[in-house]
């Protein structure tokens, strides 16, 4: 069963960076499409980045040029590096692993607050 745990949210200010970490158990981590997304309050969830298993990356609009998503596949982790965060970046961030093109499993969450 897959299984995937994030870590590293938490409060920041406006301006300043964090790291987001996901570790993926339960399956081939190098096989399959990962990503993260998000959903702030009272939106809806929306895509922030993702990254194939040959390290292709797509990223949302309004993250281009901030946030970094990598992976080490040796340590079945995925990262997303967010820098020059701003208050609208505060959601709960999900970790997503594109299974098969039609299964996805998510992680619990991980709430990112920028303070202004």
Known sequence: QVQLVESGGGL???GGSLRLSCAA????FSLHTMGWYRQGPG??????????????TNYGD???????????????TLYLQM????????AVYYC?????GWNH???????????S
Not at 25 to 28: E, P, Y
Not at 43 to 56: D, F, M, P, Y
Not at 96 to 100: P, V
């Open 12 to 14: 920041v200010q406006t």
């Open 25 to 28: 158990t339960g399956s081939i």
């Open 43 to 56: 939106k809806q969830r929306e895509l922030v980045a993702t990254i194939t298993n040959w390290g292709s």
């Open 62 to 76: 309004s993250v281009k040029g901030r946030f970094t998503i990598s992976r080490v596949n040796a340590n079945n």
């Open 83 to 90: 820098n020059s965060l701003k208050p609208e970046d505060t």
């Open 96 to 100: 997503n692993m594109n299974y098969d």
């Open 105 to 115: 499993y998510w992680g619990q969450g991980n709430q990112v607050t920028v303070s």
